[in-house]
Structure formats: C-alpha cells, structure tokens
C-alpha cells in the first residue's frame, strides 16, 4: 500500500487508529540551538516542515507538540477536501 493511501485510510478512520492515537505516536524530535534565531527549534523529521521555537529546550518541546497537532488536524483537512496530501515520512 503506497503511503497516500495509507494516510487516507488512516485519517478516514477505515484503520480504527484515532487522531489521538496519532498525536500521541512517538516520533523523533530533534531539539538544537539556534544562534541565527537566538533560541531553540525542535522539529519532527517525519512530518515534513513541523518545527517550533523556545527559548529554552523545554519550551521548543511544548511548542513542537502544538505544532504537531496542527500538522496532524491539516493533513486530516487536506484529506478530507480531496486535495494534495500531506504524507508523514514514516
């Protein structure tokens, strides 16, 4: 099965896996410091482009969080409308 048909199946539901289920997957979180931005970025490689900013490694953590929930509820939106899907690396 290519992975945008597993993404769909697993956004629709049809593999009884829940947005919680998700977003609470461990995924990989880099966290690093930053000089050009004067802070830290974590990001998750397998979700293309999710990233976030603390001033502490602490704080980037919590952020990253938030934005993997919103990268997760985009990419059940973008599902649902039909359109470009956005697919998890892994």
């Not at 990989?28 to 900013?53: K, M, Q, R, T, V």
């Not at 990419?75 to 470009?84: D, E, F, K, Y």
Request: aromatic share 6%; glycine share 6%.
């Amino acid at each position: 099965m290519n992975r945008k048909r597993l993404l769909r199946r697993l956004l629709t539901g049809s593999l009884n896996v829940s947005f919680s289920d998700m977003v609470n997957r461990h995924n990989h979180i880099n966290i690093f410091w930053s000089a050009e931005d004067g802070g830290y970025i974590a990001d998750i490689p397998d979700l293309a482009s999710c990233s976030a900013f603390g001033t502490t490694p602490e704080e980037a953590l919590e952020q990253v969080q938030i934005a993997k929930q919103a990268w997760l509820h985009t990419a059940l939106v973008v599902c649902h409308r039909g359109s470009g899907v956005l697919v998890p690396r892994r």
